[in-house]
């Protein structure tokens, strides 16, 4: 993960960091390892993980379940959508990306093929978000935890969140005061990133602007790539 912390320094600007190379080895077909073939927007410079390189080794608690929940424990076996969040955002990006992932585990259960997927919701807030305010959070908006596929990762403190999210997936989390904001204490401006990884452990799809992306293409993407 070179790459990543090389780019943490630009990241912390806000931006779209821009470096040569690529983790991923691209064909006329596509990247190694991939089911489809390389995107319309080549993201390879990006700081965060994007098509064609593998996805952060991370191990994280569900404080639903109860378990640790490691990406390393999908490989081979589950096609993983991830995204990070909290449960206070308040412009309505973060119930859109939970509700891309949800459409997608949707189709996973319509198709008979729960099993092979895994949905990961990464808080950056756990501060707030126990396992209670997640457990209501996901009848709010639809999540069927009962499933098995789906979890809530919350880090054991937001300084621990803050780290793994920038060292790892090159976003810069931060704290923001939110005077404007009634009943708010603080907020986090912050990335609308969604990562959908084949069971081998290489990204196929990163979208960016996750919250905006259109639900179709998410679960035809993911649709193709579980079913592979």
Not at 47 to 55: N, Q, T, V, W
Not at 161 to 179: S, T, Y
Request: glycine letters at 8%; aromatic letters at 8%.
């Amino acid at each position: 993960m070179d790459r990543r912390r090389y780019l943490q320094s630009i990241a912390a600007a806000g931006t779209t960091a821009s470096v040569a190379g690529c983790l991923g080895v691209l064909t006329e077909s596509g990247a190694e390892g991939t089911v489809l073939g390389p995107p319309e927007q080549d993201l390879s410079e990006a700081a965060h993980p994007s098509y064609g390189d593998e996805m952060p080794e991370f191990t994280v608690p569900d404080p639903i379940t109860g378990e640790d929940i490691s990406t390393t424990d999908f490989e081979g076996e589950r096609t993983i959508l991830w995204t990070s969040f909290y449960t206070n955002c308040p412009d309505g990006v973060c119930p859109a990306l939970i509700l891309r992932l949800r459409r997608a585990q949707e189709v996973a259960t319509e198709g008979g093929y729960g099993d092979a997927a895994a949905f990961l919701a990464h808080t950056f807030d756990p501060e707030r978000d126990t396992a209670d305010v997640l457990r209501e959070y996901a009848r709010q908006q639809g999540v069927n935890l009962d499933a098995g596929n789906w979890h809530f990762l919350r880090p054991e403190s937001y300084e621990a969140g803050q780290e793994l999210l920038e060292e790892q997936f090159g976003l810069v989390i931060e704290k923001r005061p939110a005077e404007d904001l009634e009943n708010l204490e603080y907020q986090f401006p912050h990335y609308g990133l969604i990562l959908l990884v084949n069971e081998r452990g290489i990204v196929e799809r990163a979208y960016p602007n996750g919250a905006s992306v259109d639900v179709e293409t998410v679960e035809n993407d993911f649709e193709q790539v579980v079913t592979a």
